[in-house]
């Protein structure tokens, strides 16, 4: 899944790909109608046949077995956009997001997390949408011992159109005041899958195939898999640490992003600096070519010098 950053959100194009139409007649002589089975694949045995992948034209889920054939649509059809403003609070630093869902997707989204520093957190939402609070770091696949996601999802009934975050729109503000100082996170966006005459189908038909079946299909069904995930700013770094170490990591984690490569050079230049005034005076050298370096950049320069 391709990475994306700040103001420049840009998930790869994907193209929804309704699974076909098919009919299967089933024949049984009246006296094995009743019968019990008198052989059952073991659970999480793959048997002959069974398949599960992803169609690389649509991403949605191609998955073979027991002679049938199922495609499942991900919630991945969707193209997020985050900008991002950070200003001081009493609590520490308060950031202001809005979210648009860029047009060219099929699906409106109605669910982020966001993986920020542990610790208090006061967060707001715009109308339609409240935040669900912090969650366990296992939803996210967190590593990072330090983080937790946050959460917010969409306050409003299925059938509901107002303020439906749909492909060409945006909403905001959704406002988080942390302690923790800005870094890059990761923010995993879920798109909603529409109620459709193939949808029961595709769950009906998942349930007759094999359990390794089942098992892999939600390797990629589940979430954040079947999210959308982009990089953005967030509270990340604890201002009591060793905020030149913790920069340090930043600029070199940003420096192997495709959206910073034409300042890569800069950036590892900044990151071997020895001291903050160091690192502030190579950073604000560097010559960003776009909103999305000018912005973590700033973000940058902020945490050093808070």
Same mark, same amino acid.
């Given at each position: 899944?391709?990475?994306?950053?700040?103001?420049?959100?840009?998930?790869?194009?994907?193209?929804?790909?309704?699974?076909?139409?098919?009919?299967?007649?089933?024949?049984?002589?009246?006296?094995?109608?009743?019968?019990?089975?008198?052989?059952?694949?073991?659970?999480?045995?793959?048997?002959?046949?069974? %398949?599960?992948?992803?169609?690389?034209?649509?991403?949605?889920?191609?998955?073979?077995?027991?002679?049938?054939?199922?495609?499942?649509?991900?919630?991945?059809?969707?193209?997020?956009?985050?900008?991002?403003?950070?200003?001081?609070?009493?609590?520490?630093?308060?950031?202001?997001?809005?979210?648009?869902?860029?047009?060219?997707?099929?699906?409106?989204?109605?669910?982020?997390?966001?993986?920020?520093l542990k610790g208090p957190?006061?967060?707001?939402?715009?109308?339609?949408?409240?935040?669900?609070?912090?969650?366990?770091?296992?939803?996210?696949?967190?590593?990072?011992?330090? #983080?937790?996601?946050?959460?917010?999802?969409?306050?409003a009934e299925d059938d509901?159109?107002?303020?439906?975050?749909?492909?060409?729109?945006?909403?905001?503000?959704?406002?988080?005041? %942390?302690?923790? /100082?800005?870094?890059?996170?990761?923010?995993?966006?879920?798109?909603?899958?529409?109620?459709?005459? *193939?949808?029961?189908?595709?769950?009906?038909?998942?349930?007759? /195939? *094999?359990?390794?079946?089942?098992?892999?299909?939600?390797?990629?069904?589940?979430?954040?898999?079947?999210?959308?995930? *982009?990089?953005?700013?967030?509270?990340?770094?604890?201002?009591?640490?060793?905020?030149?170490?913790?920069?340090?990591?930043?600029?070199?984690?940003?420096?192997g992003l495709p959206d910073?490569?034409?300042?890569?050079?800069?950036?590892?230049?900044?990151?071997?600096?020895?001291?903050?005034?160091?690192?502030?005076?190579?950073?604000?050298?560097?010559?960003?070519?776009?909103?999305?370096?000018?912005?973590? #950049?700033?973000?940058?320069?902020?945490?050093?010098?808070?």
């Open positions: 899944m391709r990475h994306t950053l700040v103001l420049l959100a840009a998930p790869v194009a994907l193209v929804q790909t309704q699974p076909a139409q098919k009919t299967t007649v089933m024949k049984a002589e009246p006296a094995t109608v009743n019968a019990p089975p008198t052989w059952k694949p073991a659970p999480g045995v793959r048997q002959p046949g069974d %398949s599960v992948q992803v169609d690389p034209s649509s991403g949605d889920l191609v998955v073979t077995g027991s002679g049938q054939r199922v495609q499942v649509v991900r919630r991945i059809h969707h193209k997020p956009q985050f900008s991002v403003r950070i200003t001081k609070s009493g609590a520490g630093v308060r950031y202001s997001y809005t979210l648009s869902n860029l047009p060219g997707g099929s699906q409106y989204i109605h669910l982020f997390t966001m993986d920020i957190v006061t967060a707001t939402a715009p109308p339609y949408w409240w935040f669900l609070g912090t969650g366990d770091p296992k939803i996210t696949d967190n590593q990072d011992e330090r #983080l937790a996601p946050v959460m917010w999802g969409r306050r509901d159109d107002n303020g439906k975050l749909m492909p060409g729109t945006q909403a905001g503000p959704f406002v988080l005041e %942390s302690r923790g /100082l800005p870094g890059l996170v990761k923010i995993f966006t879920e798109g909603y899958k529409e109620a459709s005459a *193939s949808a029961p189908a595709e769950e009906a038909q998942l349930a007759r /195939l *094999s359990q390794w079946v089942l098992e892999q299909s939600q390797q990629y069904l589940r979430f954040p898999a079947n999210a959308v995930l *982009s990089t953005t700013i967030g509270p990340k770094i604890d201002p009591a640490a060793d905020r030149l170490s913790f920069v340090r990591t930043e600029l070199l984690y940003a420096a910073f490569a034409h300042i890569h050079a800069g950036l590892t230049a900044a990151a071997n600096a020895t001291s903050v005034a160091g690192m502030r005076q190579a950073i604000a050298g560097i010559r960003p070519a776009s909103t999305t370096q000018v912005s973590f #950049l700033s973000a940058m320069d902020f945490t050093l010098s808070y």
